[in-house]
C-alpha cells in the first residue's frame, strides 16, 4: 500500500529540550550493571511518563511529517521490540516512530516513544548500525533519563516548564529552526539541559550495547555507525545534525572504539528487510536523493542474492512511482516467484494491481497471503483498501471496522475507514472515523464536534449515539488532561 500520509512541519518556540538526542557512541562493560534508572520515582510515575507521552505524541502527529507507511512502520516496530526485549528495565510499552527528515538525527521521549529520521537509513550500512541508535534510544527511556533531569531540574526551578516538552519535542524534529528562536534565558536553559543529557549519554551507551548484544546484534556497529558520523563531518561544510546539535568530543569517539573492540565481531547475514526498508525510503520519502538510490541500487545490484533482490524491489518501486506499472510488475513477479510470502513484494504487487486497475488480482492475492498470516497488519490494510478500489465497500467496511478496534491508533485505519463510509453514504460513521483521526493528532475541538454531528445524525437512543456520546465525554477529559499538562 502506497501510502503517503504526512503533515507539514510546525515550527515552535522551543522553551525547554526534552527530548533525548541520540549519540551513535556505545561502550562495553559488563552485564550486571546496577538498575539506577528507577531514581526518579519522586517526580514523575511510570503512569505519569505514559499519560505525558500519550499527550507528546499526538502533538506529533499533528506537526511534523511522520511517516505512515504501513511496511516500514511494522519493520521499524518490529526491530525495536526485539531489542526492547533484550532490554533490562522496561517499565512501559514501546512504540517507534518516522519522521522524513533528511537530517540525520533520533530521540526517544516519556512513556516509551522512540522517533527515528529516515536520513538514519541513508546513512546505517546495515541492520546492526540501524539497531544500535535504537538500542541507545530505548536505553534512555528504561533509564528514565528525562524523569532523573526533571528530578535535578526541579532543585532550581518549579515544574511549571513540563508544559513545554511538546514545543521541545517539535523542535527535535527542526533544530535548526528551534534553535534560531532561542533568546536570552531561554539559550541558557537550554545549555544546562543540553549539559544534563550529556551526563547521562555514557550510561545510555553502556546499557545500549549490552542490549544490542544480547539481541543478536554486532555490537561493533556503534562504533561504526559512529565513526560514519564522524568521517561525514570531515567532508561537509556543517556536519551531520546529530553531531551539531550534540557534539561527539575525539575522546569518546577514542572510548568508543576502544570499549566496542572488547567484543567480538558478529558476522551477520544481510538482512533483506533492512534492505528492502532502505530502498523503500530513498525511492519513496527522501526527496532530492535520487543520486544516492541509484549508487545504493548498484552497489545492491553486484551483490550477492538477497542484495539483488533489494535492488529489483527499487528499481520496481521507482517504475511504480512513475506509474510505469506493467514494467514494475514484470520484476515483482520474478520476486515473488523466489519469496511468494514476502510482504514488501505482496503490497508493491497489489499497488500495481490497482494502478493497472485489476483489484481484484489484489483482493485474491491478500486473502490468500492472510490465510497463512492472518494477523500480518500489512496485508490487512491493503486489502481494505482493495476492496475499496473494487467497490466491494461493505467488506471493506466491515475489515476496517475490526482493524480500527484492534489498531485504534494508526491513522491509516481511520482514514481509510472515513472513506469507505462516505463511499456507502454512511455519513455518521464517516465523521465518527473522521474524529478518531483528529483525536489522534491532538485536535480535539475538531474531534468532538464531529461527533456531536454524527450523533445528531443518529436516531435518538440508539446504539451508535450512545457510543458517540461516550466518545466524547472521553474526548473531553483527554482535552482536560492535556490542558493541565500544559498548566503545570
Request: glycine share 6%; proline share 5%; no cysteine.
Amino acid at each position: 500500500m502506497n501510502t503517503k500520509f504526512t503533515k507539514p512541519l510546525i515550527t515552535l518556540v522551543i522553551t525547554i529540550m526534552l527530548a533525548v538526542p541520540v549519540q551513535p557512541v556505545y561502550t562495553a562493560v559488563d552485564d550486571n550493571l546496577p538498575d539506577i534508572g528507577t531514581t526518579a520515582g519522586g517526580t514523575l510515575t511510570i503512569d505519569q511518563e505514559i499519560i505525558i507521552g500519550d499527550a507528546l505524541t499526538r502533538q506529533l502527529r499533528a506537526s511534523t511529517p511522520l511517516i505512515y507507511d504501513p511496511l516500514l512502520n511494522q519493520y521499524i516496530n518490529h526491530l525495536g521490540m526485539r531489542l526492547v526485549k533484550n532490554a533490562h528495565s522496561v517499565k512501559t510499552p514501546f512504540h517507534f516512530y518516522l519522521i522524513n527528515n533528511p537530517n540525520i538525527n533520533a530521540y526517544a521521549y516519556f512513556g516509551g516513544n522512540v522517533v527515528l529520521h529516515s536520513a538514519l537509513f541513508r546513512y546505517s550500512q546495515n541492520e546492526s548500525q540501524l539497531a544500535s541508535v535504537i538500542a541507545h534510544e530505548i536505553s534512555h527511556v528504561t533509564q528514565r533519563h528525562l524523569a532523573r533531569m526533571l528530578e535535578d531540574r526541579e532543585r532550581n526551578a518549579p515544574l511549571a516548564w513540563i508544559g513545554a516538552i511538546g514545543s521541545a519535542l517539535l523542535v527535535m524534529a527542526n533544530p535548526q529552526a528551534g534553535i534560531a528562536a532561542l533568546t536570552g534565558t531561554l539559550a541558557g536553559v537550554q545549555q544546562g539541559i543540553i549539559s544534563f543529557t550529556q551526563s547521562n549519554e555514557q550510561e545510555a551507551d553502556r546499557i545500549g550495547i549490552q542490549t544490542l548484544r544480547r539481541a543478536g546484534f554486532d555490537p561493533r556497529a556503534m562504533s561504526d555507525f559512529m565513526q560514519i558520523l564522524a568521517d561525514q563531518s570531515r567532508y561537509m561544510s556543517k556536519p551531520p545534525e546529530m553531531l551539531l546539535t550534540h557534539p561527539l568530543p575525539d575522546s569518546r569517539l577514542a572510548d568508543a572504539l576502544n570499549r566496542s573492540n572488547q567484543y567480538p565481531k558478529v558476522n551477520l547475514s544481510p538482512s533483506l528487510d533492512f534492505m528492502l526498508a532502505r530502498v523503500r525510503i530513498l525511492a519513496m520519502y527522501t526527496d532530492g536523493q535520487k543520486p544516492i538510490l541509484e549508487q545504493i541500487l548498484s552497489q545492491y545490484s553486484q551483490g550477492g542474492t538477497k542484495e539483488r533482490m533489494a535492488a529489483d524491489y527499487g528499481y520496481a518501486l521507482r517504475l511504480n512511482e512513475d506509474k510505469k506499472y506493467q514494467a514494475a510488475g514484470n520484476i515483482v513477479n520474478l520476486l515473488l516467484a523466489k519469496q511468494p510470502a514476502n510482504p514488501w513484494f505482496i503490497d508493491l504487487m497489489t499497488d500495481i494491481d490497482i494502478g493497472l486497475n485489476q483489484p481484484l488480482k489484489a483482493i485474491s492475492r491478500l486473502q490468500s497471503a492472510l490465510t497463512k498470516t492472518p494477523n500480518d497488519l500489512v496485508l490487512q490494510i491493503n486489502l481494505a483498501n482493495a476492496y475499496i478500489a473494487n467497490k466491494q465497500y461493505e467488506q471493506g467496511s466491515q475489515l476496517l471496522r475490526k482493524y480500527t478496534f484492534d489498531n485504534p491508533n494508526d491513522l491509516n485505519g481511520w482514514t481509510l475507514l472515513a472513506e469507505v463510509s462516505a463511499k456507502q453514504a454512511k455519513r455518521s460513521e464517516e465523521l465518527a472515523a473522521y474524529a478518531e483521526g483528529m483525536a489522534l493528532q491532538g485536535n480535539y475541538n475538531t474531534a468532538i464536534q464531529y461527533l456531536t454531528d454524527a450523533s445528531r445524525l443518529t436516531k435518538t437512543g440508539s446504539y451508535d449515539q450512545a457510543r458517540y456520546d461516550a466518545r466524547i465525554d472521553a474526548l473531553r477529559q483527554l482535552q482536560i488532561r492535556d490542558k493541565q499538562l500544559q498548566k503545570r
